[in-house]
């Protein structure tokens, strides 16, 4: 059976700072990100197990398992890649970023509104969470989501594109109890080509989602 593995960083624990401190980059996919591969790895071993026993008791509890664990590793994993050293500011034409410029801006007015929703939606989740910019593929548009946990509060079928972590282990260590910090500063290590790949990629897959078959 295919198992999930954790992906190694595209660059090392200090190539962040100080935005985001080493110690910080390194428990936090050593450890935390380590512990949801780890999560969703026993739960499938669960599952093959109940449908070889065809024991179904644990089902539901194994299932929001299945959701919490998965959907913190694919978080994560598009998380490592949105960030970078060189990253921040906002993306513009002439850094080939320009259909997903365009498309913020078709979306929420302009940049600096969609700056501010993201960031709302972040600092303000919660317990714990995050704030997703999203490709939307009924409606062809981006939207902003606020995610608890891993995977609650999101309209089916849209693709994680932009992700900010607000969950304590992302930023306590340095920023303490000021989340809203953490999120201003999350701005200036934003890759935006990561982000504009990942819009384009979900745009070509087109309108699928309600076709018949």
């Keep these: 059976m295919a198992i999930y593995t954790l992906p190694e ?42 449908r070889d026993k065809d024991q179904w008791g ?3 509890g194994l299932e929001k398992n299945l959701a919490f664990h998965l959907s913190g590793h694919i978080l994560h994993s598009i998380y490592w890649q949105n960030m ?24 929420f007015g302009s940049f600096a509104k969609f700056k501010a929703q993201l960031s709302k939606a972040s600092a303000t989740t919660q317990g714990s969470g995050w704030g997703v910019l999203a490709y939307e593929p009924v409606s062809g548009r981006l939207i902003v989501e606020q995610v ?28 303490k109890n000021q989340k809203v910090d953490f999120i201003e ?26 076709l018949a078959p």
């Design 9 to 50: 960083l595209p660059y090392d624990y200090s190539a962040l700072a100080p935005v985001i401190s080493p110690e910080i980059i390194e428990l936090h996919h050593d450890k935390h990100h380590a512990a949801y591969v780890k999560g969703a790895n026993d739960t499938l071993e669960q599952l093959a197990e109940a």
């Design 148 to 175: 608890y946990d891993h995977q609650g509060n999101v309209g089916q079928g849209s693709v994680p594109v932009l992700v900010f972590d607000a969950w304590e282990h992302a930023f306590y260590l340095q920023y």
């Design 58 to 60: 644990a089902v539901n």
């Design 84 to 107: 970078s050293g060189e990253g921040g500011g906002e993306p513009l034409e002439q850094d080939g970023v320009g259909e997903l410029a365009n498309a913020i801006a078709e979306s």
């Design 185 to 210: 500063a999350m701005w200036k290590v934003v890759n935006w080509q990561d982000v504009a790949a990942r819009y384009a990629a979900a745009k070509a897959k087109g309108n699928s989602i309600l």
